[in-house]
Structures are given as structure tokens and as C-alpha cells.
């Protein structure tokens, strides 16, 4: 299983982060109470969700709009395209990631 061990400082706040781990686009979003990551790709066409705008929870894709629930990884745009949420643990200033 891939993981990815961040300090939570290099992770700015309310603003989405692309990192990369073996070739695995990660996006990661901190909020004042969590931690969020999804892989980094829109699923309707592909474009990367790091480039989106941050917004009230609400993270939007640049490509074409789609819109996303930070907290649930829902779509809010069209709800069967939603993200599948990557496992996030925060203890003290480490996070870390891990997926399948």
C-alpha cells in the first residue's frame, strides 16, 4: 500500500496541494479541523483538481466546473462521479496518507 508522510506545516491551509508519490498524483487539502486528499484527477476529463479553486468546502475543477464536497468527496455536479477519499492520519504535525 503506497503512504505518503507529510509535515503538516508544508501543507498550506485552505489552499489544494499536488504532491506525487511513484507516479501517483495526490491532492491534498487542508481545512482548519482536517486533512483531505483525493488522487488528482477530475473523473469526468482528467484535469487536475490541485489547479481547482477552494471554496466554502466546495472544490471546483478548472476544466469544466465540476464542483466537489471537500468532506465527502461527493460531486456535487453529477453525484456518480464522485472521489474516493484517501485515508488521512494527522498525530501532532505528521500526516500521513495512505491508498490503494
Same mark, same amino acid.
Given at each position: 500500500?503506497?503512504?505518503?508522510?507529510?509535515?503538516?506545516?508544508?501543507?498550506?491551509?485552505?489552499?489544494?496541494?499536488?504532491? !506525487?508519490?511513484?507516479?501517483?498524483?495526490?491532492?491534498? $487539502?487542508?481545512?482548519?479541523?482536517?486533512?483531505?486528499?483525493? +488522487?488528482? @484527477? =477530475?473523473?469526468?476529463?482528467?484535469?487536475?483538481?490541485?489547479?481547482? !479553486?477552494?471554496?466554502?468546502?466546495?472544490?471546483?475543477? $478548472?476544466?469544466?466546473?465540476?464542483?466537489?464536497?471537500?468532506? +465527502?468527496? @461527493? =460531486?456535487?455536479?453529477?453525484?456518480?462521479?464522485?472521489?474516493?477519499?484517501?485515508?488521512?492520519?494527522?498525530?501532532?504535525?505528521?500526516?500521513?496518507?495512505?491508498?490503494?
Amino acid at each position: 500500500m503506497p503512504k505518503i508522510d507529510l509535515k503538516l506545516d508544508d501543507i498550506p491551509l485552505n489552499s489544494p496541494l499536488r504532491i !506525487e508519490s511513484n507516479g501517483s498524483p495526490i491532492v491534498i $487539502i487542508r481545512t482548519n479541523g482536517a486533512i483531505h486528499a483525493f +488522487t488528482d @484527477r =477530475c473523473p469526468h476529463a482528467h484535469w487536475p483538481l490541485s489547479e481547482g !479553486e477552494l471554496k466554502d468546502g466546495v472544490l471546483q475543477c $478548472i476544466g469544466h466546473g465540476w464542483e466537489f464536497d471537500i468532506e +465527502t468527496g @461527493r =460531486c456535487l455536479t453529477v453525484p456518480v462521479c464522485s472521489l474516493e477519499p484517501l485515508s488521512t492520519i494527522v498525530d501532532s504535525n505528521k500526516v500521513c496518507i495512505e491508498w490503494d
